[in-house]
């Protein structure tokens, strides 16, 4: 699986850099190097002070001059962005005017694992993907880059040396080490003997782990030792995390699945992380959400004050609650979504999980005190248009769906009423699920199907023939202030439901063919007719046409 670049100010950069000429890439990789070198994972830098370190321009655009990543997450997007980069130029190793070493090499030079190379790599030490002699693509590092990282990281290299490689005396005194306390104390877990032996030696768990599982291997395994669980599996780790959202302790946990506390939360953190990642989360945008007091003015007041000031009204929500209402709860899901966009899915910060927690569910409680306000609404138009078979609560039902569709379709922005926009929503999903539900034998409730009209078109409906009106209303205002050609795009892409069999709509290319135009001028003629339709027609007309 491709790892992709997380943080969408970088992503956006690296996408463009791809269309560079191939030795100006090579001299992109060059200064991303430079970079990496002074990046500190705990500061952070201005999106524009990256983009000018790498490209040696200033960015033009003004979207992300405000944008500021911290150094952790740039330093792991630019190790990713590295390797795919350098993997896709191919450069042979022969080419390269200095020495360049493996990760194998490297360790021996400095008499470490791969492993510590590997975690350098997080501390500002960049390779690249090369072809070496044998025609295969592994990552290197060049010689300037290595001696570089030795003069800004002194101390670091020293902290290594000191760890020495464990001889084979050792490694069998680690394991008859943890069969005696095993032996003697009986720990549940393998990960208790694991931090025993740890605090005795001064060698890391993972080290211990590896020796045990070598070890193992040699002799067999001995019965007092605790079997090793091995790495969680997904479905695992789902089941733990659904456990601990039902209130079941930590400790439970523990004792049921046999891993220490810290284990279970880092596996519930990636969980919740994962949810997050994988939710739809849609808002409509706003020019005042970017800008610099947006979060201390459209958040101000709480939630709470803001839904107790829209409660002590009677009935539906007037024009400036619905406003201020739906501002809030757009503005929220915005905020979540950006702070989504820096989520490290492996390693993911509890405070950031925490905060977009937070954000969604504020911005659920706006959503359900919307519906519920317009509840009435909903009653009201489904008492107007019950049918013969469809029962009261199922279209309350089918209602409420229609509202909530509503409700994240809704553009505040325009000034509209929403209680006007809901109402049409909701009669036009009656005026199409009606005539076909009660064309169902099964949807009958059990009654005489002779009782039944034959054509439920031709019930007493007045709410769907108001909704027909409407639309053949529609229809002449477009005849009567757009030419032939601009009324052809309208009606067909934009296809108004007249009948109760809806036409599918055109799209720009199939209207291009038929009027012998290209797709782009077909676009441009239709914003010309839809500016004229601006004008003439009402909003809640233009909100049926375009809705």
Known sequence: MKIRIVHPALRELFDQLHFAPTRQQHKYLAAAEKLMLIVDSAQEYPYEFIVYRITGFRPVAAKYEDCFIRGDALLADLRVWMSQFSDRLQVPVAMQKERVFTVE?????????????????K?????????????????????SAVRQFERQHPDLLERSARFTQLDAAEKRRIYEMACELAAAERPRTRNEVLCRISERTGRARETIRYVLRQQEKQAGKSDALPTSRGRSGVREAAQIYKLRRQGVSIGELARRFKKSRSSLYRMINQSRARELTQRKIDYIDSPEFAAEDAQTRLLDPPVETLLEEATTRT?????????????????????????????????????????????????????????????????SIARRHQAAGLPMSEMVGDGTLSLMAAVEKFDYTRGYRFSTYAGWAIAKDFARKIPAEARRPDRAGGSDMASLPHDFRLGNLPDIAAVEQAQHDLISVIRSNLDPREQFIILNHYPIDTGVIRKKPMTLKQLGETLNLSKERV???????????RHSLSPEQFDLLTG
């Not at 090499?105 to 790599?121: G, M, N, P, Y």
């Not at 676009?523 to 339709?533: G, S, T």
Request: with cysteine; charged share 30%.
């Open 123 to 143: 501390r500002g030490l960049s390779g690249r993907i090369y072809v070496f002699e044998d025609g295969k693509k592994r990552k290197g590092y060049a010689d």
């Open 523 to 533: 676009r441009q003629i239709e914003l010309q007719a839809l500016q004229k339709l």
């Open 105 to 121: 090499q490297l360790a021996r030079r400095f008499s470490v694992s791969q492993k510590t190379i590997r975690r350098w790599e």
């Open 315 to 379: 009935g539906l929500l007037s024009r400036q609650q619905e406003q201020a209402l739906f501002c809030r709860y757009n503005f929220l899901k915005s905020l979540a979504v950006r702070e989504r966009a820096v989520i490290r899915q492996q390693q993911p910060a509890v405070a950031r999980l925490r905060r977009i927690e937070t954000l969604l569910d504020s911005a659920d409680r706006i959503k359900q005190y919307i519906i519920g306000a317009n509840m009435p609404l909903v009653i």
